[in-house]
């Protein structure tokens, strides 16, 4: 039996979302230190993009904090607009972290779940 599981990306990891104008950024934090490599290559910049592509997004750059292990998502236009100009109802995107934590699957080491979670 693989010790591997694929999973969506909260029950691996905890998020936070901001703002600045039309750009929204998205801090990622594995919940376990252990699954920061296997974030790294699998939540990439792309794939981030091609999540909010729909929203308008035309760039999203990562940036590595490994000391803290985890990571920050600056995504370019995913705010249709921004605060002032912006029709939906979520003008500051404080939810685009659970879009990107429910939508995204990963596939970790069962190790990399926290003890307790229902998807062990």
């Known amino acids: 039996m693989s010790d591997m599981i694929t999973v969506p990306l909260h029950a ?3 998020g936070r979302t ?8 998205i801090s990622l934090i594995p919940y376990v230190a252990a699954a920061y490599p296997l974030l790294q290559e699998q939540v990439t ?14 760039d999203v750059k990562r940036y590595d904090l490994p000391n803290l292990t ?3 998502f600056v ?7 921004g605060v002032n100009s912006a ?3 979520d003008l500051h995107g404080k ?3 659970f879009m990107l934590l429910g939508e995204v699957e990963v596939t970790v080491p ?4 926290p003890a307790g979670s229902r998807y062990l």
């Open 75 to 81: 995504i370019d236009n995913a705010l249709e607009g």
């Open 110 to 113: 069962k190790s990399c779940i």
């Open 87 to 89: 029709l939906s109802q």
């Open 45 to 58: 910049p792309e794939r981030v993009l091609q999540l909010f592509r729909h929203k308008g997004a035309t």
């Open 18 to 25: 901001g703002d600045k104008g039309n750009r929204a950024n």
């Open 12 to 14: 691996v990891a905890h």
């Open 95 to 97: 939810t685009l972290s």
């Open 70 to 72: 985890a990571m920050n």
